[in-house]
């Protein structure tokens, strides 16, 4: 996110009045003062996972036969896995809740600090913009296939059948292993001179194997995916259901039966006093909250994110839309005293107020 400081200067006139300079901002600021939103709190949840792909040899049809290998893979088929699923909170502005710091010509004006999308950080302060949401990178991983035809014989290679091509792998396969037992044990024809040596004949013979055993057994390669979606609750519930997890199709939609449900649960902690009911013989202050600053003061709640028979993830948050918007004096600006707020950006709650004369 960008930073947006906004300074309004009052500055004298030749009539005994106050004129605003405002700096042009979008969507933030009218004539008559700085428009801004409250936050509303969302969740971004992410995802990682992994789809492992088996494609099958081109000799599976013979891998009984030959070499005695039984549930090897006979079509191509992927299989995923779920690694990870992590929620995350984050606030972003509630167009429903919309206000304005009124410009007392009487008073002082304000540096206010806005977000990108116009909810209010600070008032007579520079703070930090919230950091933006990072997709995480998906993990590099390392799958082993050879390209058998580089470790197949001249005699493999010439072959006029498949049937023939598999008997003469896996007649190569079977010298190789031979060859690998008399190197272990010191009875190879051509023994090598040194340790390191014996060490890279035996690493190269494996590698023959593994290639060739492609050819019946088939290969596995395995992908890790990262993704991520918003959720904004806007009411309190239970188990539902934000995406389902298929083993063959990976992330699907929460209403496709293929998958198996991921759940999420919002509950409402009321930790909030009650509303007191107000005094009928207070003066009614209803034109000086014009000038007020909103905020809120959030509510909290129990986030539970469930799938697969157990619970992921569960944490206690600030949540803005279950808690009140109340009001921050309309002495906000007074030019004797500097008042210095400022709000969470993802509740709308104060988290700190500061104060000193102005000298």
């Known amino acids: 996110m960008k930073r947006i400081f906004l300074l309004l200067t009052i500055f004298a006139a030749s009539s005994a009045f106050a004129q605003t300079h405002v700096s042009p901002y979008r969507p933030g600021v009218t004539a008559e003062g700085i428009t801004y939103f409250l936050p509303q709190t969302g969740f971004h949840i992410t995802l990682r996972a992994t789809k492992k792909t088996y494609i099958p040899g081109e000799f599976y049809k013979y891998a009984q036969r030959y070499l005695r290998l039984n549930d090897v893979t006979t079509e191509q088929y992927d299989v995923w ?26 008073s002082s004006a304000p540096l206010v600090t806005l977000t990108d999308d116009g909810r209010l950080l600070a008032v007579n302060k520079q703070v930090a913009q919230p950091l933006p949401f990072v997709l995480p990178e998906a993990e590099q991983l390392v ?15 010439a072959a006029t059948s498949m049937m023939k091509m598999a008997e003469l792998t896996a007649e190569e396969i079977l010298d190789i292993r031979e060859n690998r037992a008399l190197l272990a044990k010191g009875q190879a024809d051509f023994m090598p001179t040194d340790g390191e040596q014996l060490k890279l004949m035996l690493q190269s013979l494996d590698v023959q194997e593994q290639a060739l055993m492609q050819c019946f057994k088939g290969t596995e390669t395995s992908q890790q995916f990262v993704m991520a979606f918003d959720y904004i609750p806007t009411a309190e519930v239970t188990d539902h259901i934000l995406f389902r997890f298929s083993k063959h199709k990976g992330c699907v939609d929460a209403d496709d039966l293929a998958g198996e449900p991921y759940t999420i649960t919002v509950e409402n902690l009321h930790t909030l006093p ?3 009911p107000a005094n009928p013989n207070a003066k009614k202050g209803k034109a000086k909250e014009i000038l007020d600053l909103r905020y ?12 697969g028979g157990k619970v992921l993830q569960s944490l206690t948050t600030p949540f803005a839309q279950f808690g009140r918007v109340e ?12 008042t210095r707020v400022t709000l969470s950006p993802l509740s709308g709650g104060v988290l700190s107020i500061e104060g000193e004369p102005v000298k």
């Not at 896995?81 to 429903?96: C, M, W």
């Not at 809120?296 to 799938?307: A, F, N, R």
């Open 143 to 157: 799958s082993t296939v050879y390209d058998a035809d580089n470790y197949k014989t001249e005699e493999i290679l």
């Open 81 to 106: 896995t779920l690694d990870e699923v992590k929620l995350e909170p984050f606030g972003v502005a509630d167009t429903s809740r919309v206000y304005t710091i009124k410009l007392n010509p009487k």
């Open 327 to 338: 009001h921050l004096g309309g002495d906000l600006f007074n030019k004797k005293f500097t």
């Open 274 to 276: 009650a509303v007191q």
């Open 296 to 307: 809120i003061v959030p509510e909290k709640v129990k986030v539970t994110l469930s799938g």
